[in-house]
């Protein structure tokens, strides 16, 4: 299997929602089973099925964050040398040609990607687009609602 990038911040937050799911769901869900089963006949208990299913999401997160934990490639964007251009797990300020906003993302693992806080994913079109590129220069991002250019201010690698 190929290898999962990740900043160090998205690896610790799958790390913590494994923890919590073992520690807190898991437990919580065998007591749930465990109280559905003294109810007595388990063909008709809702609560028994309802714990069952939960169950099973639960363990299927749990083996879905283990295995991406263990093809994790945690990518520390500071102790690479860039040389001023965009890499994975950079933060870009950029500036939209047509409307002259200013907007910052950080490039992030899939897991990662939250666009209402900025945390593109490295396989998103504007992502693609600023890989590689350099302070100054102006990208062109196919993106759903046509094309749209940025020029690049600042590149960042905290």
Known sequence: MSKVPLTARGAEKLREELQRLKTVERPRIIQAIAEAREHGDLKENAEYHAAREQQSFVEGRIQEIEGKLSNAQVIDPAAVNAQGKVIFGATVDLV???????????????????????????????????????????????????????????????
């Open 96 to 158: 939209d040609e047509d409307s002259g906003k200013e907007v910052t993302y950080q490039i992030v693992g899939e897991d990662e990607a939250d666009i209402k806080q900025g945390l593109v994913s490295v396989n998103s079109p504007i992502a693609r687009a600023l890989i590689g590129k350099e302070e100054g220069d102006l990208v062109t991002v196919q993106a759903p609602g046509g094309e749209r250019e940025y020029e690049i201010v600042e590149v960042r690698y905290s």
